[in-house]
């Protein structure tokens, strides 16, 4: 099975889509499976209607029976869709017992249960961990993979940072992980500990947005990545308090200060990227020409996934053509 990141993943759900064919979503915990399915909701304009397949019993899908004119009618259940357009979301597909599993057979091929059809406009998504992950998650039958176009998800730096820039995660966190990338996704399955993804930086962003005190800080990060990322991480934040101030950069680009500490300039470089736009990037890029080329490529790369709108600007066209190198690297 071939592994995709997230970006690659999203335009084949769309293909599926437009083919009618059902998508399941199999990639390690907390690295975004759900995310890129509520994301591509919200592109396409309809519903996301989830359904945790592991909280249901095999009758909960096929329904309860009445008998009508002495016949047996099946009663769909109501959490069903019946008219609009939207994904029907099954997550945690193959950690439902096998009976549920089955139940979605029909479901997730012939978008039918029983009597019961799934409205024109409505697609069928399922998401879960790998067997291997030890995350309850069990081997998929044969007959269920065969319904799904199967696509193994990997966590990518470089996607994730289109994310979190979209959605505020903090500077902090998005210049440490530049630093050390490979700290975005640890997960090893025979650990007990709390680790790195994406959903527990998340979390870990939201925390910082609290303000814990200082005693607590490196605890509270701890719960979320796990105690040796919590610490290096900490220190880090505490070298991006000492950051100067960006807009030396924004009014005088060639003599304000370049930090000569390599984390501390790619704390720099993402506080620079978070405070973008189309009026300071002429700044930012006449500073960037100053910089070493790992910080300039991640300082003006890094602007345009805070702010795609920079690249309309002159001073991007002037900077790109200067460091085609560093566009196609």
């Known amino acids: 099975m071939m592994n995709m990141k997230p970006s690659l993943a999203k335009m084949l759900i769309l293909c599926c889509l437009k083919a009618q064919i059902s998508v399941m979503l199999l990639g390690s915990p907390g690295i975004g499976k759900s995310d890129i399915v509520r994301a591509i909701a919200k592109l396409l304009g309809i519903q996301l209607l989830d359904i945790r397949a592991v909280l ?3 009758v909960d899908f096929r329904g309860i029976p009445s008998i009508v004119d002495g ?6 259940p109501d959490f069903l869709p ?3 357009k939207g994904l029907l979301f099954l997550d945690e597909i193959n950690a439902a017992p096998k009976l549920v599993q089955a139940a979605c057979y029909q479901l997730v091929l012939e978008r039918r249960l029983g009597d019961y059809a799934l409205p024109e406009g409505w697609h069928v998504i399922g998401a879960g961990n790998h067997a291997s992950d030890m995350a309850a998650a069990m081997k998929m039958s ?3 993979k065969r319904r799904f176009e199967i696509i193994n998800l990997i966590p990518d730096f470089e996607d994730w940072k289109t994310w979190a820039f979209a959605n505020n995660i903090a500077a902090e966190i998005i210049g440490y992980l530049n630093l050390r990338p490979q700290n975005l996704h640890l997960f090893d399955p025979r650990s007990d500990d709390s680790f790195p993804c994406p959903a527990t930086w998340e979390a870990v962003s939201k925390l910082m947005a609290t303000n814990p005190a200082q ?5 509270a990060w701890a719960g979320q990545l796990g105690e040796a990322v919590a610490v290096e991480f900490e220190g880090f934040c505490q070298i991006a308090n000492a950051l100067p101030d960006p807009g030396e950069v924004f009014r005088n680009p060639q003599n304000a200060p370049i930090p000569s500490d390599m984390s501390v300039m790619y704390a720099y470089c993402a506080a620079l990227s978070y405070r973008a736009t189309r009026e300071n990037f002429p700044a930012i890029a006449e500073y960037s020409e100053r910089l070493r080329e790992s910080h300039k490529a991640v300082l003006v ?3 345009i996934k805070a702010k795609p709108e920079v690249t309309e600007t002159r001073a991007y066209c002037d900077w790109a053509t200067r460091n085609q190198h560093l566009l196609s690297a």
């Open 215 to 219: 005693e607590i800080r490196t605890h």
């Open 301 to 303: 790369l890094d602007c």
């Open 71 to 76: 016949r047996t009618v099946w009663n769909p």
């Open 142 to 144: 044969t007959a269920l």
């Open 56 to 58: 249901f019993d095999p």
């Open 82 to 84: 019946t008219s609009g």
